[in-house]
C-alpha cells in the first residue's frame, strides 16, 4: 500500500495566482481530511468527507479555499486568489472503517 | 467542545535522559480516542499510537510507553533513554466517537543533543 499521496510536495506560487492541491486516499478508506498547518494556528481542520460527500467544511477559512472528492479515489482543495497568509503546510488524510488514521506527506505552500 | 492541551512548548534533554511529553484533554463523550503523533523535521506525520477510552492499561512499545489515566484526563508519553533521532515535534490528538475529525494539541517540540 503506497499511502495516502499528496502532490505536489512543494508549491510555490505568486499571490493572486489559483493553486491547487492533489490528494490520493488510501483504497477502501471511507473519510478523508484536509489540515493545515502554520506555526501560529497549528494543525486546523478544514475539511472533512465521507464517502466522497462533504460533511464540514466550517474549518474553511473563506470563500477563496474549496475542496472537492468527485470519487473515492481523488480529492482536490483549491485556493483561489491565493494570498500570501495561504502558506503553510496542507495534509490530506485518509481513515479506515477502523478508526486509523494515515496522513500524506504533506503539500508545503509558499506564496510570495 | 473537545480540546487537547500540551503545555510544554520546547523541551531539551541530552541523550540518554528520560523524558515525559504531556497531554490533557477536554471531552464531554464517554467514547474518544486518544492518539500520538511524531513530526520529524522531514515534515511527515508519523503515528504512534491510538487508544480507545474503556482501555486505561499502560503500554510500552520499545522505548516509547504511554501513561492513560481518565481520573486526570491525561495520557502522557515517556520515552527512555532518548536518542537523537527522537528529536521532533510530538503531538497529542483526539477523536470523539460519532464525530470523526482529530482534534490535534499545538505540539511539544523535543530536541535531544548528544
Same mark, same amino acid.
Given at each position: 500500500?503506497?499511502?495516502?499521496?499528496? /502532490?505536489?510536495?512543494?508549491?510555490?506560487?505568486?499571490?493572486?495566482?489559483?493553486?491547487?492541491?492533489?490528494?490520493?486516499? %488510501?483504497?477502501?478508506?471511507?473519510?478523508? @481530511?484536509?489540515?493545515?498547518?502554520?506555526?501560529?494556528?497549528?494543525?486546523?481542520?478544514? %475539511?472533512?468527507?465521507?464517502?466522497?460527500?462533504? %460533511?464540514?467544511?466550517?474549518?474553511?477559512?473563506?470563500?477563496? @479555499?474549496?475542496?472537492?472528492?468527485?470519487?473515492?479515489? @481523488?480529492?482536490?482543495?483549491? %485556493?483561489?486568489? /491565493?494570498?500570501?497568509?495561504?502558506?503553510?503546510?496542507? @495534509?490530506?488524510?485518509?481513515?479506515?472503517?477502523?478508526?486509523?488514521?494515515?496522513?500524506? /506527506?504533506?503539500?508545503?505552500?509558499?506564496?510570495? | 467542545?473537545?480540546?487537547?492541551?500540551?503545555?510544554?512548548?520546547? !523541551?531539551?534533554?541530552?541523550?540518554?535522559?528520560?523524558?515525559?511529553?504531556?497531554?490533557?484533554?477536554?471531552? +464531554?463523550?464517554?467514547? =474518544? =480516542?486518544?492518539?500520538? =503523533?511524531?513530526?520529524?523535521?522531514? &515534515?511527515?506525520?508519523? *503515528?504512534? !499510537? +491510538?487508544? #480507545?477510552?474503556?482501555?486505561?492499561?499502560?503500554? !510500552?512499545? &520499545? +522505548?516509547?510507553?504511554? #501513561?492513560?489515566?481518565?481520573?486526570?484526563?491525561? *495520557? #502522557?508519553?515517556? !520515552?527512555?533513554?532518548?536518542?537523537?533521532?527522537?528529536?521532533?515535534?510530538? *503531538?497529542?490528538?483526539?477523536?470523539?466517537?460519532?464525530?470523526?475529525?482529530?482534534? *490535534? &494539541?499545538? &505540539?511539544?517540540?523535543?530536541?535531544?543533543?548528544?
Amino acid at each position: 500500500d503506497a499511502g495516502v499521496i499528496q /502532490s505536489p510536495r512543494h508549491e510555490v506560487t505568486e499571490m493572486g495566482q489559483e493553486v491547487t492541491l492533489r490528494c490520493k486516499p %488510501i483504497s477502501g478508506h471511507d473519510y478523508l @481530511f484536509w489540515y493545515r498547518q502554520t506555526m501560529m494556528r497549528g494543525l486546523e481542520l478544514l %475539511i472533512y468527507f465521507n464517502n466522497n460527500v462533504p %460533511i464540514d467544511d466550517s474549518g474553511m477559512p473563506e470563500d477563496r @479555499f474549496s475542496a472537492k472528492m468527485p470519487n473515492a479515489s @481523488f480529492s482536490t482543495l483549491k %485556493i483561489q486568489p /491565493s494570498e500570501p497568509r495561504d502558506s503553510a503546510v496542507y @495534509f490530506c488524510a485518509s481513515r479506515d472503517r477502523g478508526g486509523g488514521y494515515t496522513f500524506g /506527506s504533506g503539500t508545503r505552500l509558499t506564496v510570495v | 467542545a473537545q480540546k487537547v492541551t500540551q503545555a510544554q512548548t520546547e !523541551i531539551s534533554v541530552v541523550e540518554k535522559e528520560d523524558v515525559t511529553l504531556d497531554c490533557v484533554y477536554e471531552t +464531554r463523550d464517554t467514547t =474518544y =480516542y486518544l492518539f500520538w =503523533y511524531k513530526q520529524p523535521p522531514s &515534515g511527515e506525520l508519523v *503515528f504512534l !499510537i +491510538r487508544r #480507545n477510552s474503556f482501555d486505561e492499561q499502560n503500554e !510500552i512499545s &520499545g +522505548r516509547y510507553s504511554w #501513561n492513560f489515566q481518565k481520573s486526570t484526563s491525561s *495520557f #502522557n508519553f515517556t !520515552i527512555t533513554a532518548s536518542q537523537v533521532v527522537d528529536s521532533a515535534v510530538y *503531538f497529542c490528538a483526539l477523536s470523539e466517537d460519532g464525530y470523526s475529525t482529530l482534534t *490535534f &494539541g499545538k &505540539g511539544t517540540m523535543l530536541l535531544v543533543s548528544p
